[in-house]
């Protein structure tokens, strides 16, 4: 086989193809008709000698075992394809082209928006696209190859993955602003275990939280789970408990616009890092390490970014 054999038009609807699950939804997303992405896909097996994809009746396809090692592959070939061309196109230019990056859903609202906005106008050649999730989530899409860069918390990070420190967090209780401790500057764990508990309901989350009780020796009166921060602010916001959080909003105000606020809890609970994830192969792109330089120049400088403390004037 020769490697000129293989066209990335094929490569790119290969992966199209694991990305929605189904030729008919790879081929929505390409804007092309069904059969140039069958004959593609068919014509990408039969030159590789191995089926790639299990087809089934009216469910769709899945990735055979040799079809998801070259589509992690694929995913490869394609951003240094991308890499080339954009090189090619503007010699000694700045990093372009695009990058897959993971983002835990908790810190996505935080940060995001703003990250997206400076990189648009900072890096105009450099584009994002974003996949969120919880942890097992984030490092699932890592280590297939879907996002090459991961803003997550540093909860049992895979030996084999890159891993740089953002910051240090440490954890907040969340209070109805007219809580009976709402004034003070700091609030003691000990103060708040008898009251309703809120617990952010996020695999590796739940049990980040717990060790915060097991710490102090206590245990929460936990009166409602949920996978949404921003419920569980909406909730305390109408006074039916309290929450953690590591992360403090720069509104006081939940969704539904009952007041909110955030309290450090006591010094020496145990605390998690922001981090940046990557798989090592992936790293080595231009354009993914200027993304990963741009995030941490950005938390360096503070201001939106500052992990704990909302900017002076925030009400």
């Known amino acids: 086989m020769q ?5 990335l038009r094929s490569l790119r609807y290969l992966v199209a193809v694991a990305d929605a699950g189904s030729v008919t939804g790879a081929a929505r997303r390409l804007h092309v008709s ?6 593609a896909v068919a014509a990408l097996e039969a030159e590789l000698g191995v089926a790639l994809l299990l087809r089934h009746h009216a469910r769709g396809v899945t990735l055979t075992p040799a ?14 394809a991308e890499d080339f061309l954009h090189a090619a196109a503007s010699l000694g230019a700045e990093a372009a082209g695009e990058v897959s990056m993971g983002c835990f859903l908790t810190l996505a609202p935080r940060y995001l928006p703003a990250l997206l906005a400076g990189l648009g106008r900072d890096v105009p050649g450099l584009s994002v696209r974003v996949e969120e999730g919880d942890h097992g989530e984030i490092l699932a899409a890592l280590e297939a190859g879907r996002t090459e860069i991961a803003l997550t918390y540093d909860f049992d990070m895979p030996a084999v993955l890159d891993v740089t420190p953002i910051a240090q967090l440490a954890p907040v209780a969340v209070l109805p602003a007219r809580h009976r401790l709402a ?8 103060d708040l275990v008898e009251e309703p508990y809120l617990l952010l309901d996020l695999p590796h989350s739940r049990d ?4 915060i009780f097991r710490a102090a020796g206590l ?28 992360v403090q909003p720069e509104s006081p105000y939940a969704m539904d616009g009952s007041r909110i606020t955030s309290l450090p809890l006591d010094a020496g609970l145990p605390a998690v890092r922001l981090v940046l994830a990557a798989a090592p192969g992936p790293a080595s792109r231009p354009a993914v390490r200027a993304l990963a330089g741009y995030i941490q120049a950005a938390f360096r400088r503070g201001g939106i970014f500052d992990p704990q403390y909302p900017r002076t004037g925030s009400t």
């Open 34 to 39: 069904q059969p140039s992405v069958s004959e």
């Open 208 to 211: 980040y939280f717990a060790g």
């Open 67 to 80: 079809g998801a090692r070259v589509v992690t592959e694929a995913r490869l070939l394609l951003r240094h």
């Open 219 to 246: 245990s929460p009166r936990i009166a409602f789970r949920s996978r949404s921060q921003e419920l569980l602010r909406g909730l305390v916001g109408n006074g039916l408990g309290w929450t953690i959080q590591n």
């Open 3 to 7: 490697i000129a054999s293989l066209s």
């Open 183 to 190: 004034r003070g500057a700091r609030v003691r764990l000990a």
